[in-house]
């Protein structure tokens, strides 16, 4: 290797590994919050087989009959019909299925497709033949933030239950720092297979295989890239049984191929919307809404309507020097959602000019009388002005934040009854 490609790997590893950089507001505005891209199994198992690693024929399908031209298609079964959606614990909910014949293979699929996981709808499922299962592993890649490089584990304890095992028994996953220089070294994948135990069969096979992975997680600026089940099947080979891929959020400008891969589910509609203007959403499970700006305010908003015996609905940051078209585009974010049953909007100016924030608000009301009642603290910077803008408008102002929060649960209470 020569010297200028040595200093530009590591150009590129101290990238990686350093505190996060934006370089536009609108991602710094999501800092706090910024979800990773999470990809479906049958997407990270693309990914999985371009490096290399062995995984069951298999093939997506988003209604039972193209369930039944799959398995007619994969050859002899049996068969596993999987839901693809973007949460752990499908096996648990009933979401996976082993099917030995093309009539209860489609029949599993009918099931599946609609059914609930954890508030997410089953839209398409993926369906490959099965393994012949021996043992189970786990094998799986993610950033350690406090020694900030990526740590590998691995651990003969794998399946549906390692979280637990993380838990409970740490010491039976095997872990390691590779440098992010040099990336992970033949001997440091062999020591993590005699570290967690790995059958001396197939230790050559599984550590081959660390390799490749972790080379796909860093090609695709992963914040996780795991395999679990990692499957010794009874001749002795190795195969990823499962998938899961996430994205860092900050580098799709790197990765327009799984980029394109975003799915949009409708409950995760508004968050999509507010990433679009350029401020951080996330969807809770309260009733009263949530506008701030700054994250550390919204969270301490959030506190606050608990305190008082609410629950939010949302965490929503329209950032510092909100001008009033993002004021505006978050309360109609805010009021899209039918939980909502009143709107807490909670801003101290510091960048943020109380005044901007009244015209947004009016210019919503001025549009339609909203729904539910909305009740605003404003203070800092002319939060005066913003006031007086706002005398006789159709909401409640307090002077506090807990004050507020107090009023804000009790009229969504009201609007309840």
């Known amino acids: 290797m020569t010297v200028y490609s040595w200093l530009v790997r590591l150009s590129s590893a101290r990238r990686r590994c350093a505190a996060p950089r934006r370089s536009d507001r609108a991602a710094g505005r999501r800092a706090i919050l910024a979800e990773p891209l999470k990809l479906h199994e049958f997407q990270a198992k693309q990914v999985l087989a371009r490096a290399g690693i062995p995984i069951p024929l298999g093939r ?44 209860e293979a489609q029949a599993h699929a009918e099931s599946i497709l609609g059914m609930d996981i954890k508030g997410l709808r089953v839209e398409k499922v993926y369906v ?57 070294l033949p001997f440091e994948a062999r020591a993590l297979c005699f570290d967690a135990g790995v059958p001396e069969r197939q230790r050559d096979a599984v550590g081959e295989i660390a390799q490749k992975l972790y080379r796909s997680y860093e090609s695709t600026d992963a914040t996780l890239l795991e395999i679990n089940p990692l499957f010794i099947q009874e001749d002795g080979s190795v195969m990823a049984g499962d998938a899961k891929l996430d994205v860092d959020d900050n580098a799709l400008y790197r990765q327009p191929e799984l980029a ?25 499970e309260g009733d009263v809404g949530i506008i701030g700006n700054g994250a550390g305010l919204v969270m ?41 049953r009143s709107v807490f909007i909670n801003i101290f100016g510091g960048i943020t000019r109380g005044d901007e924030v009244a015209k947004g608000i009016l210019s919503v009301l001025d549009q339609a009388k909203p729904r539910v009642p909305l009740v605003i603290r404003l203070a800092g910077t002319e939060a005066e002005a ?32």
Do not use: C
Not at 73 to 96: C, D, E, F, N, T
Not at 268 to 279: H, L, N, P, Y
Not at 392 to 413: F, H, K, N
């Open 60 to 103: 997506v399908a988003s209604t039972a009959g193209e369930v039944d031209a799959a398995v007619r298609a994969l050859g002899s079964g049996p068969w596993v019909v999987k839901a693809q959606v973007h949460v752990g614990g499908r096996g648990k909910a009933g979401g996976i299925k082993l099917a030995k014949t093309p009539e």
């Open 128 to 184: 490959e033949r099965a393994a012949t299962i021996a043992k189970e592993l786990y094998l799986g890649i993610t950033l350690d933030r406090d020694r900030r490089r990526p740590v590998v584990m691995l651990s003969t304890v794998g399946g549906m239950d390692i979280e637990e095992v993380a838990v409970t028994a740490p010491d039976r996953i095997a872990r390691g720092w590779p440098s992010p220089l040099l990336g992970l």
């Open 260 to 284: 394109s891969w975003r799915e949009v589910a409708p409950d995760d509609a508004m968050e999509e919307k507010a990433r679009e203007q350029g401020f951080s959403y996330v969807h809770l």
């Open 300 to 340: 301490g908003t959030l506190d606050a309507v608990r305190n008082a015996g609410g629950r939010a609905a949302n965490f929503l940051d329209v950032g510092g020097g909100a001008k009033e078209e993002v004021v505006r585009a978050a309360l109609e974010i805010v009021l899209a959602n039918p939980r909502v």
């Open 386 to 417: 913003g006031r007086q803008l706002l005398e006789g408008a159709p909401l409640v102002s307090r002077a506090t934040m807990d004050e507020a929060a107090a009023e804000a649960v009790r009229l969504a209470r009201e609007s309840r009854a």
